[in-house]
């Protein structure tokens, strides 16, 4: 079973930056898709940024610039670089992956994957 272990959360001001880092353990093959989620209290889950096994990318528009994601694919390990914070950033942040092999904004659509983290906090101060 594919488990996924989330680190590198925390509290800062606005505009400071925190990495975001995700591991992944008991896969039988390629996780071919991974991706970031956050959710704020009240609020509903929303995909942050997605990436695939071949490099492509997506982000939500709220992150664009600030924020960059990448993957070690020999490891299956998920990064995610936070940096601007803004206050809006608050929020639970939690890694997700499946075998599937997604592209554009499916790689930020919670329907299509299937193994999740328990999440990390960030928040943001002004």
């Known amino acids: 079973q594919v488990r996924l272990v989330e680190s590198g959360g925390g509290s800062v001001q606005a505009g400071g930056s925190l990495r975001l880092s995700c591991a992944a353990s008991?896969?039988?093959?390629?996780?071919?898709?991974m991706a970031w989620f956050r959710q704020a209290p009240g609020k509903e889950r929303d995909g942050v940024a997605g990436?695939?096994?071949?490099?492509?990318?997506s982000y939500a528009e709220s992150v664009k610039g600030r924020f960059t994601i990448s993957r070690d694919n020999a490891e299956n390990n998920l990064y995610l670089q936070l940096n601007s914070l803004k206050p809006e950033d608050t929020a639970m942040y939690y890694c997700?992956?499946?075998?599937?092999?997604?592209?554009?904004?499916?790689?930020?659509?919670?329907?299509?994957?299937?193994?999740w983290g328990q999440g990390t906090q960030v928040t943001v101060s002004s």
């Open positions: 997700a992956a499946d075998y599937g092999d997604y592209i554009d904004d499916d790689l930020r659509d919670s329907q299509w994957f299937n193994y």
């Open positions: 008991g896969y039988s093959h390629r996780l071919a898709s």
């Open positions: 990436m695939n096994a071949d490099g492509s990318t």
